[in-house]
Every structure is written in structure tokens, then in C-alpha cells.
């Protein structure tokens, strides 16, 4: 066991910070942040995988590649629904392929239903540090992840009426403070002074704008790299933009246990993975009349490509327009643009003729 | 036809018919319900299927949707069961679960009706209880059910033996023998895996199949080459791989574009095993069987070459 580890996890949306949080302040261990993700970080991935494989894949490889090249001696891998469980082992196998050298800490692995293994993954990454300290750095990382998911949703909702400039370079310091943020005062700090900026910057938002709901893979729909910052695009078309899949909302408040009953009527049974999540919030979206939706999915995403079906009876039900996006390592802004335009067009023509 | 001289249930000849049919077919018929089989499978029912489907799904999805549109209206109910998991990391591809919403909502403007049978052993239902409250809602009472579920899985397990034993028996035979993996609903598939075994067959070469083992054998081998490997039918396909390498002169890997578990396990196995020669092949709706011939016979000479070089 190497007494001085330096670890690194890849990229996945903002949830870095978390993630560092947790190694540096509960295990007290030195955590690498791989670069940004870039075109770089896609074409690494992407020639090092196998292509049928999805995308979230091919990104979370090459941002691992720019770790280990950014001086990284430890990579974690997290699993989770689908083939995610099964990220890790073939990666490092990749890895050691193209002649890495570095310890591997597949949680796939101790992912067993058994209490006994969190332990066994916790005592994996830092023998020596107390499970109590880990313990608290989880739950203030929670923290910090709810605030993180509430400041963006709430961003996005209002950053395209904001005449100044102001609201990006609030969330953008936001961010930044908590890459920062060393203890639980720190986080709440830089949570608090977000929400005081926002308060103090007047927006022109007129009373009734379109709305319109993001749904899509737990990777593409919150990495705004891979969906080419999707959210951005349309809130600079005057777009009030909603999207309720977040870790918070999935995983730490859970507030929907009756789901898949809500739904049966489109989907009795889990469809795998993000599927039940994905339907009741676009059943939710179009409830509230929004004008429309998109789905975010990674090329070759199966849960994704089955629930859609159901999205199209659901939109035939509601009335409400569906945009479909795949996305692969040859989407482009420009292409993106053009569909994201298209589909702004349509919705807004559609509220002057049904007013 | 009316209602009543229509057959109770039909069955997709696809997918995990492929891998559960006896038991199915048995389990139906102690109880006593008639079924209607949908037809061997044909282009025609690929491209109807190709139509239906997402254009983004697998070859094997589109497969089973085709097969569902022959039942339509040709039945009271279309039997599509849901297979999630065993346990809690025994697992099956995703799609297995979505499969019956899926076609529900595909086929919802026919009227038709659909009924599955939901196997979830994390949610409290394992085979034989999910089995027992399908034979319940079929009307049976719960004994008669778990004795049908118990004949049914006999009859699987026994096909199963004859599986392992014939596979056996190819394996002594003299020649240039080959490996074939991939899903049976692929391999054994009239129209998709077929054709490539009938190729391979007139060339004069033994092929072995790797989804003919024991189960939990080739589980088990698996466990040990990728312990993180939780689908089900993939470990048996991988086991199956690693149990009969050794008696082959060559592999080939028969998947479904773009198939979501194969994507992974495949890229694996042909970076962790050596020694032994590996085809790709990957089937998908649109190229049919065009250029795979050449494949198979260039993938045979190399085969060829390599044993008389040895000799
Ligand atoms: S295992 Fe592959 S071929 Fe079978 S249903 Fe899943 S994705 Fe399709």
C-alpha cells in the first residue's frame, strides 16, 4: 500500500468538487482534477474504446488518460445502473494496455449489497484515516452537492433574462468556491453569498416565458461538456430552462418514491437505469404545460433508446413537442444550433397559434 | 376469429425465447393454456421489426418487435416477461426489462393486450414466485402454478443437459474445429446466426457453441477471468469462451449492432485471451449476410495455415 497516494476520479459535470472534497478532507489524501474535459480528452477516449461502447464511457477513459498524464498514481471508478458497473474493469484493462502504471480502485468491486464491502472500499482507499472522519466528509459533501444542484437548476431557470452578464460570473465564482471549500462553513458560505448575488441582479423576465424540461442519461443530461452546454444554448435564447435529473434529485432526496406508479399507464416496471426517473419528470413537465422537451442521451445508451416509445405516446397524449438528441464524438455546436433553433422556432410558433 | 377459438397466449419466437422457450412452452401447457408460436424468423419480419423499433435499438430488439407484430390480433394475449435479475448482482441486459412496456407502447394503438411475467428477485421475486403469480393471474390457483413452474423448469434444465453433452461429443471429434459466441437468440436465430453456422458447417468445420454449457459452470469460470461481470447471459458466454478455448482453432464472436453488454465483454475477451484466433462479427438489419461469407473463409484459411504450419 503506497503511504502517499495521489488520486484522481474523471470528470463528470461539476461533481468534481464533491468528489475532491471527499478525498482530501475524509481521507485526507492528495486528489489530482484531471483537466477540463475537451475535444482532446473525447478523442482519446473515443480511440482507445471500443466504439460500440456509449459515450460517457469513451469521456470518463480519456479524462482518466489525462490523470494519469496530469501525474495521478490512483484512479477511482464509481459504478452504478447498466453498463456502468461494468465502466471500470474494462478501462483499466485499456489502461494497462497502453502501458500505464498506476493502482486501480474499481468500486464495481465492492459493490456486492453487502455492508461489509462499502467498508472494504472505504479501508481501499486510505487504510490509516478514521471511518468517522470519511463518514462526515460524505454527508458535507452531500451538502455540497445539493447546493451545487440547486444553484445550477436555479441558474438555468434564469441566467437567459439577465441583461447584465451578471448571473454568469456569479455561478461561475460559485463554482470555483466550492473547488475551494475545505470545511462544511466554507461550502454553506459560498452557497450563501451565490444566492445574495443572484438576489441583487435584476432580470427582465416576462411573466409567462417558454419553458422547456431537460431529461436524458445520468452522464450526457449533467455534463455540460458532453451535451455541448445544451443548457446554456437555450437559455440564451430567452429560454427558462428545467432539469430535475441532478444526484440530488435522484439519489440524496429521493422525494418521488411512487414513481414507477405515477407512470404505469406509459411504464409498469423499471425500463433499466434512468428510464422510470426520465418518464415521470417528462410526465411532470408536460403536466405543467411546458412547451417542450428534450431528450439528452449518449449514442448507444439502451435505457435511453427503449423509453423512447414511451416519450412519443406521452407527447401524443400531452401535446407537448419531443426533441430527440443523440450525441456522439462527431456532434457539433453548429449542428447542435441549428436543431436547438428549429425547435425554438416551432414551440414559440405554436403559442401564438393556440393563443 | 372470435375471442374464444383464438389461442390464449402468444410467444415471440425471439430473444429469450431462444434461452427459455421449454420452460415457457412447458409451464403453458400443464396448466393447460393454449399458445400460438409466431413464425421462424424471415427478412420480412426483421424489417417490419427495423420499422417499429427505435432505428437506435439492437438487431435482436427490432428481431423481437417484428415477431410481435405477426401476433397481433392473432391472440387474447401476447406474453413478453420481464427478466431483471436473479439477485442483486446477477443481473440481465437492461433491455430484458423494458422489453414488455416497450412493445406495449409501440403496439398500443392495435388494442392489444400484453402480459408479462415480472422475474425480480431484489423486489421479492424470483423465478419461482414470479412464475407462481403469473399462473395466479391466469387464474390458477398458486399450487397448481408451482407445479407447473416446477415441470417447466425441469424440461429447461434437461434441454440444457442435451445441450452440454452433444457439445460434448462435437468437441471429440476430429478436424478443424471453431467457437461460436453470442446469444442463442442470435446464434440459433433461423434468419440471423443461422447462416453463418450452415457457412461454417460446408466448409466442413466442427463448430462448437459457447452458450451450450452448464450454467453455473461457465458462471463460475467467468467470475474469476471478470469478477465485475454481472449479466447473467453474458458470464455464460464468457465462461463458455474460456471452458472450450482450448479445444478450438479459432473464436468467432457473433454480435447484434450495437449491443450493449457484447460491446464491453467482447472487447475483453479479446484483449485478455491469447493464442487462439478471434473473428468479429457484428450483425446488424441493414447488410444481412453480404461480406460476412468472405470473412468466415478468410478467418478459416488463416485457421488452416496456422494448423499446417504446425504440423
Ligand atoms: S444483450 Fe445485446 S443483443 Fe441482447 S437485448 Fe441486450 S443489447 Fe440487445
Redesign the interface.
Known sequence: MKQHRKVALPRYGEYNCALKYIVEQGFETECILPPPLSRRTEDLGARNSPDLVCTPFKTTLGSMIEALEAGADTIIMVHGACRLNYFGELQEQILRDLGYHFDFINLSLFNTGKKRDILRALRAINPRRSMIRAGRSLYEAARMVEHLDDTTSFYYQNCGFDPTGQYRKIYWRFISDMYAAQSLPDIQEGYRNAVRAFEDVALSKPPDPIRIGIIGDYYTVMDPFSNLEIEQKLADMGVEVHRLMNITNDMLRNSNKNKQAKIREFSEFSMGASSTTDIWQAQNFAERNFDGLIQVKSACCMPETDIMPVLANLSQDYKIPVLYLTYDSQTSDVGLMTRLEAFYDMVEMRRKVTL | MSEQKMPMIGIPRAMLYYRYGPLWERFFQVLGVSTLLSPPSSRGILEAGARL??D???LS?KMLMGHVETLIGRCNCIFIP?Y?NYG??E?F???Y??I???A???F?SSGQRFI?C?I?AQNGFPEAKAFEQFGVELGFTAKESRRAWREASRALEQRKKAEDRSQKELAGKPGIKVLAAGHSYILSDPYLGKPILDNLDAAGVVTLRADALEPETARKACARF?????WIVSEEIVGGVLLWKEKADGIILVSA????????????LI??IRGVPILTL?LDAQSGMAGIETRIESFLDIIRFQKGAMV
Open positions: 423499433a427505435p437506435e435499438s439492437c430488439l420481464r431483471s442483486y448482482t443481473l441486459c437492461t433491455r426489462e423494458g414488455y412496456d416497450q406495449r407502447n409501440i398500443r408479462t415480472n425480480d471478470s469478477p465485475t461481470c454481472r449492432f450495437p449491443c450493449g453488454p457484447d460491446s464491453m465483454t467482447n472487447e475483453l484483449r485478455r457484428v
